[in-house]
C-alpha cells in the first residue's frame, strides 16, 4: 500500500535515523512510502504548555498536508497519541475540522501498531545478536497499545528480551516537563538508567525518540556503552 510518513521533529532534528530505518522497513516489506515535505510540529509542544490555539493552528495544518486517504505511519508514540487522541478534542468545537481530524487520526498509526496490528506482520526478517531491554514509553498508554513491541523484539532472530524492572515508569522527558522540573526529572531518568543498567543488556530499545534522547544522554554522561536504539532501527539489523 502507499504508506504516508509523518517523521516528528526529534525524529526530523535529533534522530533521523530511525526515520530511515522506517522507511526502509516498509519498503522492505513491499510498502510505497511518501514523505510530504509541508508537515512539521503535531502542535503537542503548544498543546502541553497550554496554548490551545497555536496547538488547533498546527492541528489544522497537519490534517491538510495529510488529506487523501492514505495510512499515515508514525514512528513515534507522542506524536502518533496527539493526532488520534488530542486532535478530534481540540476540534470537537468545529463540525468541518472535526470531522477531518477524526478522519486523519482513524488512519494514523504508531509503527509497532502498524506492524503488528494492521499488517499483522510479527516477523519482519530482523538479527540482532545479543541481550535488549526495553522502555515503554508513556503515551503508548493513550493508543491503548500493550504488547506490540515485545511481540516484535520477540522475533528478531537472536535477540534475548530482558525482564526490565518499572519498564512503563516514566524516564522523565515529557518534552517541556525536562525544562520545567529539572531535579524531578533528573531523578527520574537516574531511576531509568539503574533499571536498564541491572538487566545487562546490550542495548534498550524504545518507540519515541524523546526517550531515547533522555536516557541515552544520562548513559552516556555516566559513561554506559549500552547502545540505544529506536524500534525501527533495531528491525532493521540484518
Known amino acids: ?7 516528528t521533529c526529534l525524529g526530523d532534528v535529533v534522530r533521523p535515523a530511525a526515520g530511515m530505518a522506517t522507511v526502509r522497513l516498509l519498503r522492505r516489506l513491499g510498502h510505497e512510502v511518501e514523505f510530504r515535505s509541508a508537515q512539521t510540529c503535531c ?8 496554548f490551545a490555539d497555536l496547538a488547533r493552528e498546527q492541528a489544522k495544518h497537519t490534517i491538510e498536508v495529510f488529506q487523501g486517504d492514505d495510512v499515515v505511519v508514525v514512528p513515534s508514540g507522542s506524536c502518533a497519541a496527539m493526532v488520534k487522541v488530542e486532535y ?23 509503527l509497532s501498531d502498524f506492524l503488528v496490528n494492521q499488517l499483522k506482520v510479527t516477523d519482519v526478517g530482523a538479527k540482532y545478536t545479543g541481550k535488549v531491554a526495553y522502555h515503554f514509553a508513556c503515551h503508548l498508554r493513550m493508543l ?11 522475533n528478531v532472530q537472536g535477540a534475548e528480551l530482558m525482564p526490565l524492572h518499572h519498564q512503563d515508569q516514566c524516564c522523565g522527558f515529557g518534552g517541556s516537563f525536562a525544562v520545567r522540573y529539572p531535579g524531578v526529572s533528573g531523578n527520574m531518568v ?25 536516557i541515552g544522554g544520562r548513559l552516556h554522561r555516566e559513561g554506559k556503552t549500552i547502545e540505544v536504539l529506536h524500534l525501527a532501527e533495531l528491525l532493521e539489523r540484518r
Open 43 to 50: 502542535g503537542q509542544p503548544m498543546y502541553n504548555s497550554g
Open 144 to 154: 491503548k497499545q500493550t504488547t506490540e513491541v515485545e511481540t516484535l523484539i520477540q
Open 1 to 7: 500500500m502507499k504508506i504516508l510518513l509523518m517523521i
Open 190 to 214: 537516574d531511576d531509568k538508567m539503574k533499571c536498564v543498567l541491572a538487566t545487562g543488556a546490550d542495548c534498550l530499545v524504545s518507540t519515541d525518540a524523546g526517550c531515547l534522547m533522555n
Open 88 to 110: 478530534p478534542h481540540l476540534l470537537e468545537h468545529d463540525e468541518k475540522w472535526h470531522a477531518a481530524a477524526q478522519q486523519l487520526a482513524a488512519r494514523t498509526f504508531e
